[in-house]
């Protein structure tokens, strides 16, 4: 077993995914992830992000961390899971305090991250990440390092985000079923937007959009700080469930189909092609239009980046986010997504696959499905960096307290 070992787990709600490899190169100034083994299993016992079978769920982490395991020829016990849904709930914070010398020292700061982290939060809640995004000092904003700043103010605006502690207790448990311990909960688009922006386009400013099964996550950094998290409650798998009722066809049908066939843009099929699907009767083949598909396809990808548009506005990001919009995530692997995408948002788009920091097998990881795995991998590099704890050393388990500081980790 090796000191320096991290693995990635995805619990998705179509497919869970396990990544493990090693921390590479200089740990606090140019870390880098070798990948050794990757692992998929379907998901079972998991509906919309929600533990809802613990057995089922701690079957596909085991298939997929024991895959991953094998590949690698190494075999870990800790591992950075991913948490997503929409019980998750996140709200900017502030705090202010005196400061208490002359100069701000890392218990000024502290300090005031605890004052910020102190707000209500319901019984059923836990803190997943409070991110500092900005200090002010002596009411000069902007700041992103205060510390050794000559001061007697300090208030820093804090990024908190909450998740059901019922939620992540069933990740933690069908996690510790299957065998391993669960180093710290990740927040799913801030380990994908980890795995897939540059930056640079963290300092422009960029959205992240990762398009899974159930639903679309986004995560939006300006000036190098998440400022937006969300999780919209719609997805890939809603075109599929729009197959299902267009063309009269069960679910793993419409699924392959949308998978092999569809497109984003109905425009750029050709209308005369057709594909072979079952029904109307058992044993029975029909022809539908690849434009048929490619339409219904087109209408609910509108849908959901109509809606990712809709938030940015809301929030008056959209002009904020000069490096445009980076799609990730299973249901970016549509071809023609890009050109739809850009009917929608004002902004450059690109899809974003996992690639920067990572050697080894990084060819099997680099397409849009595997963001998220390897962005929580990558998250443990960082932490690595940090404790120097990697997933086969034994510790008292103070990485997967919860309410951890990021500090200025995103
Ligand atoms: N080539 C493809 N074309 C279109 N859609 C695809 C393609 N490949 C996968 N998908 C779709 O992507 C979705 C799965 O994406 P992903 O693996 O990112 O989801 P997940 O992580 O399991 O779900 P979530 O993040 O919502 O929990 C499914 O709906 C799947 O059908
Ligand atoms: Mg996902």
């Not at 409070?130 to 002010?136: F, N």
């Not at 049908?253 to 079952?278: F, N």
């Amino acid at each position: 077993m090796r000191a320096n070992l991290i693995a990635g787990l995805d619990i998705g709600s179509t497919k869970t995914c396990a990544v493990i490899g090693e921390m590479v190169g200089d740990p606090h100034r140019a870390p880098g992830f070798k990948v050794r083994g990757v692992g998929q299993a379907r998901t079972t016992g998991v509906r919309g992000d929600l533990v809802t079978n613990l057995e089922a769920t701690t079957e596909t982490i085991k298939q997929a961390m024991r895959e991953a395991e094998l590949m690698a020829g190494v075999t870990v016990d800790r591992v950075f899971a991913g948490i997503a849904g929409d019980h998750i709930e996140a709200r900017h914070s502030m705090g202010v305090v005196a400061v208490a010398g002359e100069e701000i020292t890392v218990s000024d700061v502290d300090r005031c991250h605890q004052v910020a982290r102190a707000v209500a939060m319901a019984p059923d809640m836990e803190l997943l990440h409070a991110i500092p995004t900005d200090y002010r000092v002596d009411h000069q904003g902007g700041i992103k390092r205060a510390l050794g700043m000559s001061a007697t103010r300090l208030e820093s605006d804090v990024y908190l985000i909450t998740s059901s502690s019922t939620a992540s207790a069933n990740i933690r448990k069908a996690v510790a079923r299957a065998g391993y311990g669960v180093q710290e909960l990740v927040l799913e688009p801030l380990a994908a937007a980890r795995a897939v922006l540059t930056e640079d386009e963290k300092e422009v400013g960029a959205a992240m959009v990762e398009i899974g099964g159930a639903t679309t996550d986004v995560a939006v950094f300006i000036d190098g700080r998440v400022r937006y998290v969300s999780v919209l409650p719609m997805g890939s798998d809603n075109i599929t469930s729009d197959l299902v009722r267009g063309l009269g066809i069960p679910w793993a049908e419409a699924q392959k189909a949308k998978e092999l066939y569809a497109t984003a843009i109905a425009g750029m099929v050709d209308p005369q092609e057709t594909i072979e699907i079952p029904g109307p009767g058992p044993g029975q083949i029909r022809n539908v239009t690849r434009e048929l598909i490619a339409h219904i396809t087109e209408q609910r990808m509108d849908e959901i980046l109509g809606m990712v548009r809709m938030e940015l506005d809301r929030l008056d990001l959209i002009d904020q986010i000069g490096a445009g919009i980076v799609l990730s995530g299973g249901g970016a692997a549509l071809p023609s997504l890009v050109e739809l995408a850009q009917q929608i948002f004002p902004t450059p788009v690109r899809i974003g696959v996992p690639g920067e920091g990572l050697s080894g097998l990084a060819d099997s990881v680099g397409r849009p499905r595997f963001s998220t795995a390897v962005g929580l991998a990558l998250h443990g590099v960082e932490r690595f960096g940090e404790t120097g704890e990697g997933a086969s050393t034994v510790t008292s388990g103070v990485m997967s307290k919860v309410g951890m500081w990021l500090k200025e980790f995103f």
